[in-house]
């Protein structure tokens, strides 16, 4: 047994090492704010933290739409590129060029949209400078430390940096006033993160990310429009409910929403990572039986996660926010059904959907959610008008997801 253990370790040990940082990237993460969130709770307020809580959300739909889906394209030409230095520079090259397009893009439009939403006419610097943080995304791309198996770079460059920004959010966060101020400092470390990003991948990498030509841009965007559809629609039902509540509700339904989102998000990112770390590994070696076993093992820990969470979900939210907060128990309750719903759908799309070609199902699935999503949100504003209807919207679309796809599986005979 003791000698079974070590081959597994041994034959694996860069899949778990993968795993791990980038489990604990996510996990440091949300820890860093989720440890200072009742010092911003209580410095800026309900209604301070929500608007900069909703402006975030905002700008995230920005950055899921510069982003374009290239992700799980390029992470895997990396990973089955790892030592070809000129096909590595050409993917990093055309992703950044085609990237840069559509931040252009970006920028005209949000413009717009500062204009066309009221809730932007208050507080428009707050929303003008969080939106740099889009550029982060340009410089850093995490989708090559996956491809090379070493996300403890990444761990290690976003948390440096977030850490660096501590002092300043205890020094100078003083008051509700300065909500644009903590957007400032959020947005400097995350800048700085992907500048040092891009000259480690430059000089200690030693690879060239030159300006891509038409054609390459063009092929980069062809491998990425399957999931672009994916990622956005997906982030737009995640991020919409927050930008629902508050353009409907108001900025404290925000952060109560926000509080469980935050305590939801940490069993959600421990175990959803688990499907990208096994992704380079699995996409080479396309056992379906190896696959069959992490959806069914998936299914059981999704099902205990949520568990957990009706159980400790109590003292959680007290302990953050305290008693004016503890309504968001209940939202954090509803919202953990995504925690099974990213584990399996997720294990369905990336082990199955799309090893055997079956991209446009990864475009339909998130389809089907967005729009359960928003047909029961907005039915469920219209009977209730609070942000339990929003939650409970949220996790009936995560079981819609998980239906659809067990029955494309069964109908592709793919499982």
């Given amino acids: 047994m003791l000698s079974q253990l070590k081959a597994i370790i041994k034959n694996n040990g860069k899949v ?32 301070g933290y929500g608007l900069y809580a909703y402006s975030a959300s905002l700008v995230f739909l920005f950055i899921t739409f510069i982003n374009f889906g290239f992700d799980l394209p390029a992470a895997q030409q990396v990973a089955l ?15 950044q060029t085609a990237k840069i397009y559509i931040e252009a893009i970006a920028i ?24 740099p943080q889009t550029v982060t995304f340009i410089l850093f791309p995490q989708w090559y430390y996956q491809g090379m198996q070493n996300m403890k770079v990444v761990t290690y460059i976003q948390f440096g940096f977030k850490l660096l920004s501590l002092p300043f959010i205890l020094l100078f966060i003083e008051s509700s006033q300065d909500v644009w101020l903590f957007a400032l400092i959020a947005t400097v470390a995350s800048l700085l993160g992907g500048v040092t990003s891009w000259l480690m991948i430059r000089y200690q990498d030693g690879l060239h990310i030159r300006w891509a030509t038409a054609s390459q841009v063009k092929e980069a965007y062809k491998d990425a429009i399957p999931f672009c559809g994916s990622n956005l629609i997906g982030v737009i039902k995640e991020q919409g409910m ?9 900025m404290r339904d925000v952060a109560i929403y926000d509080l469980a989102n935050k305590i939801m998000l940490i069993p959600r990112t421990i175990l959803s990572r688990l499907n990208d770390a096994l992704y380079p590994k699995l996409i080479v070696k396309k056992d379906r039986s190896t696959n069959r076993k992490v959806l069914y093992s998936e299914v059981a820990i999704g099902l205990a996660a949520i568990a957990i969470i009706a159980l400790l979900g109590p003292l959680a939210v007290w302990v ?13 309750v509803l919202l953990s059904v995504s925690i099974l719903s990213w584990l399996v759908v997720g294990a369905l799309l990336q082990f199955y959907f799309i090893p055997a070609g079956k991209n446009k199902y990864v475009f339909y699935n998130q389809l089907v959610a967005v729009i359960s999503c928003f047909i029961t949100a907005g039915i469920g504003l ?28 069964k109908r592709q005979q793919l499982l």
């Fill in 242 to 250: 927050i930008i629902l509540a508050g353009s409907v509700l108001g």
């Fill in 382 to 409: 219209l009977l209730f008008h609070n942000v339990y209807a929003l939650a409970a919207a949220f996790a009936i679309s995560g079981l819609c997801e998980i239906i659809y796809c067990f029955i494309q599986v």
């Fill in 108 to 131: 005209i439009a949000f413009a717009i949209l500062t204009f066309l939403n009221p809730i932007m006419h208050d507080a428009p610097l707050v929303f003008w400078i969080t939106f």
């Fill in 320 to 332: 953050l926010g305290g008693s004016q907060m503890m309504a968001s128990y209940g939202v954090t």
């Fill in 16 to 47: 778990m090492e993968n795993y791990f940082f980038m489990t604990i990237l996510q996990i440091l993460n949300m820890c860093f704010y989720l440890l200072i969130y009742p010092f911003l709770i209580r410095t800026l307020g309900t209604e």
């Fill in 81 to 95: 590129h790892v030592n070809d230095k000129e096909h590595l520079e050409l993917v990093l090259s055309s992703v």
